[in-house]
């Protein structure tokens, strides 16, 4: 436990982009399992040494979070949205519908640009 909040710590003041690199010996299973746990990948496997590396990368991990939150927050608005649609769709159906229809059409431009990404 101590060890995986030293080695976060660590990771906070190098520079991003870099590369670690962790020498264990074949029978530290311990040893293992930390770097295992704290996302380091095997890169070299000897008679006696294993050779672990991990790619330090900030902005990369900061992109994902945000991702994240901004998931968690389009769950929530997207419940809001249906919610305003069903009351429109109540009470001016005929209004609502035509919007609806502008927003489909608008969707689909944006599908189709989307496309044009991959």
Known sequence: MYA???I?????????NSILIAKVK???????NFFYKN????????????TFYKI??????????TIDKIENIRKNNNINWMNILRIA???ASIESSEIFRE???DDRKINKLSKKLF
């Open 26 to 32: 074949n029978h530290n299973t311990k040893s293992q």
């Open 89 to 91: 769709f109540k009470y």
């Open 103 to 105: 927003i489909f059409i």
């Open 39 to 50: 996302n380091f990948h095997l890169l070299k496997k000897n008679k006696n040494i294993l």
């Open 8 to 16: 976060k710590m660590f990771e906070n003041k190098i520079k991003e």
């Open 56 to 65: 330090h990368n900030i902005e990369k991990k900061k992109y994902l979070e």
């Open 4 to 6: 995986s909040s030293c």
